[in-house]
């Protein structure tokens, strides 16, 4: 899952950062608002995370413009501002959560993760694919009962999978989720962390669709 984090506050930045990078999110970040509207209308991201109080664009305007350009990404507002009205105008604005500072870590994590499932209409926090299971508040796997030892970019690859079940992902598609913008991508690198998920999960749990891509469904039924 790739994330957008638009934060003004260098240190703050670095934070949210470091501490969605070590839970296996690929994160792409912006200083300001110019910066930031720019990412969120060309590139591909499952969620953002979008301070209000920007400089060169504030975060209102941002979002307004995101929304009216039709970019459908989930945002969670973030800010200092704790004023009601406030908060209104983040909703208004197309705002899908809300976060004031100051703030627990553990509690935007957890938010974000409500966003991305709700977004991929996953209503529970245990995703379940035939025998395979993934805890997205752990990240803990398991297959027919057994816990699986993934790799940090197995198990990026296998979370896009399992949120967007019984859908044909393209190459270009995993690789937009499963890395950040600074990333030497590789389209290679995703038929070998598929190679290894079928190794490890069964190899019936994902599906080659010749010159379209890849799916995940539970075993018996098609994309």
């Not at 197309?94 to 553990?106: I, N, R, S, V």
């Not at 995993?174 to 079928?198: C, G, K, M, P, W």
Request: aromatic share 6%; proline share 4%; net charge negative.
């Amino acid at each position: 899952m790739r994330v957008l984090v638009v934060e003004d506050d260098p240190g703050l930045l670095r934070q949210i950062s470091r501490a969605l990078s070590e839970v296996g999110y690929s994160v792409d970040p912006a200083p300001d608002g110019e910066e930031g509207q720019f990412l969120g209308e060309t590139e591909p991201y499952d969620a953002i995370v979008l301070d209000l109080g920007l400089p060169k664009i504030d975060g209102l305007t941002v979002l307004d413009h995101w929304r009216q350009s039709g970019v459908a990404i989930p945002v969670l507002i973030l800010t200092a501002r704790d004023t009601w009205n406030q908060k209104v105008a983040g909703f208004d604005a197309g705002a899908d959560d809300y976060l004031t500072k100051p703030f627990h870590m553990e509690e935007l994590l957890a938010r974000l993760r409500a966003l991305i499932r709700r977004t991929a209409g996953h209503a529970n926090p245990m995703l379940e694919c035939g025998s395979v299971q993934l805890d997205t508040r752990t990240g803990k796997v398991t297959s027919r009962g057994a816990g699986v030892t993934l790799t940090a970019h197995e198990l990026k690859v296998l979370s896009y999978f399992m949120h967007h079940q019984g859908r044909v992902l393209s190459q270009t598609e995993l690789i937009e989720h499963v890395y950040d913008q600074d990333f030497d991508r590789d389209s290679n690198t995703i038929e070998v962390f598929i190679a290894r998920l079928r190794k490890k999960l069964g190899a019936e749990m994902i599906k080659t669709h010749r010159g379209r891509g890849y799916s995940m469904s539970p075993p018996g039924e098609s994309a």
